[in-house]
């Protein structure tokens, strides 16, 4: 069953709330707390919560914290407890949480940007905090001293930032569809390279540092994986969304690329398997099965009297063809397509059925998921979306089978923590505290008295 942190009384009234604060207040990320049973969300309506669960199996709210400008993104170090922020006016702020996640202390802040801060990345090892902003600026500042240490423009705004620890490359994804590479020295970065795959903006994206592959999901509906260490320049598209790509999380002890899209598809892929990379499309003034010319050679259309034919591509082969020798469809897993495209006459009596088994499973969030963390340590997957609700899977038994885990998802319902409005939520946590405050010290003699 879905349990929500909701009392009943305070029903909530979504269209007169966003009139009244005229912002979407979208819970634009949000974290699971390895080992801990709690949650940490930062939102458009500038909060940062914590939520941890109790023993009656309800998440509670353990911190509200209100922050000068809307919170546009977060990292979370489990090891550190530090939490940074990047907000809407450009600036990060550093917070220690507690041990007992009951309280954030302020550590420091970083002027990083000019304006929003879209990406944050606290790298523990190199002391760097990295970060971009709507200013189309990639800064690195010194977590320790709190100095800038450099900075790069990218070409476009920039939604998705990954960072590889060991090579100190960082990869920039932009609303352009580039990926910029970088190598970052201490105070000074060179640029590596420049991936272009996607025909719209790059929205996410995902390194798996032990297959040294890069994931960029796109609002082009697609996925591309760039094997970087195989060093041949492969790059694979995945086409298995309706929608925009708007999510990617990795899951590197089973190999598996879990992508979310606008209209809350959910589709975890198989990295596992041997892909082919989709074929080049050839060029041709006529079709390459049956000869017939294509619309725009009039030489061989006056010549054998035909009419010319509008020019398609078979996705398996990339042959030029017409219409006529390409009627029917198939999808080709192994390409990337998990859904049927067009493929010439031959190619479609060629695939076999083995070959058009699907290579990915695919889920219904019922919500527009702007954000995905699954910690694969326990098999815990966390969505966050603009409905202003973050859905985790109801406890199971630390099942780090994700496909099992969607099947909970789906058919369980998740529990659902909504993001009340600030007002409610802080009330909320007041008598959250002052039931800690009452109960607590009633409680501590009469366990401690029990065993003397
Ligand atoms: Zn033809
Ligand atoms: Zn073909």
């Known amino acids: 069953m879905a349990a929500e942190i909701q009392p009943k009384p305070l029903t909530r009234k979504p269209i007169l709330l966003q009139r009244v604060e005229g912002s979407q207040e979208v819970v634009n990320m949000a974290v699971i707390v390895p080992k801990e049973e709690g949650v940490i969300s930062v939102s458009e309506d500038r909060t940062v ?22 919170c546009s993104c977060m990292s979370f170090n489990p090891e550190t407890r530090r939490l940074s922020i990047g907000l809407d006016n450009g600036t990060i702020s550093e917070f220690i949480l507690s041990e007992d996640y009951n309280k954030m202390t302020p550590v420091k802040n970083y002027q990083a940007h000019q304006s929003r801060v879209t990406m944050v990345l606290f790298v523990l090892e190199l002391e760097w905090v990295l970060s971009t902003g709507q200013d189309k600026q990639f800064a690195w500042h010194c977590s320790e001293s709190g100095q800038r240490l450099g900075g790069y423009r990218t070409s476009a705004v920039a939604s998705g930032l990954q960072f590889d620890v060991e090579t100190r490359h960082v990869f920039i994804g932009d609303h352009s569809g580039q990926v910029t590479i970088l190598k970052l020295e201490q105070e000074n970065c060179t640029l590596v390279t420049t991936f272009r795959g996607h025909t719209g903006g790059v929205t996410a994206l995902c390194w798996d540092p032990v297959q040294r592959v890069l994931f960029s999901g796109s609002s082009d509906h697609s996925v591309i994986m760039w094997d970087i260490g195989g060093r041949k320049g492969t790059a694979i598209e995945l086409q298995g969304h309706n929608d925009k ?38 060029d041709s003034d006529s079709c390459q099965k049956c000869d017939q010319p294509f619309f725009w050679n009039f030489k061989q259309m006056w010549d054998s009297k035909k009419i010319g034919l509008r020019q398609h591509h078979c996705r398996k082969c990339g042959k030029a063809v017409c219409g006529k020798c390409s009627s029917k469809r198939s999808s080709i897993p192994l390409m990337g397509f998990e859904f049927e495209v067009r493929v010439c006459d031959s190619c479609h009596e060629a695939i076999t059925d083995e070959e058009r088994a699907p290579t990915a499973t695919f889920h219904d969030s019922k919500h527009n998921i702007v954000h995905v963390h699954f910690d694969a340590t326990r098999g815990w997957l966390l969505t966050s979306g603009t409905d202003k609700v973050i859905k985790i899977p109801p406890t199971n038994p630390a099942s780090p089978d994700i496909d099992l885990l969607m099947k909970w998802y789906e058919q369980e319902g998740p ?10 939520h802080s009330l909320l946590l007041s008598i959250v505290s002052v039931f800690t405050l009452l109960i607590s010290p009633l409680c501590r003699p009469l366990t401690s008295n029990m065993y003397m």
């Open 49 to 70: 919560r914590v939520w941890l669960k109790r023993d009656s199996g309800q998440y509670w709210p353990s911190i509200y914290h209100a922050m000068p400008s809307p």
């Open 245 to 282: 790509v708007q999510a990617l999380s990795y899951a590197q002890h089973t190999r598996q690329l879990i992508s979310c899209g606008g209209d809350g598809g959910i589709v975890v892929w198989n990295m596992d398997v041997e892909r082919q990379e989709t074929p080049e499309w050839l």
């Open 415 to 424: 529990v659902m923590l909504r993001c009340l409005h600030p007002a409610l």
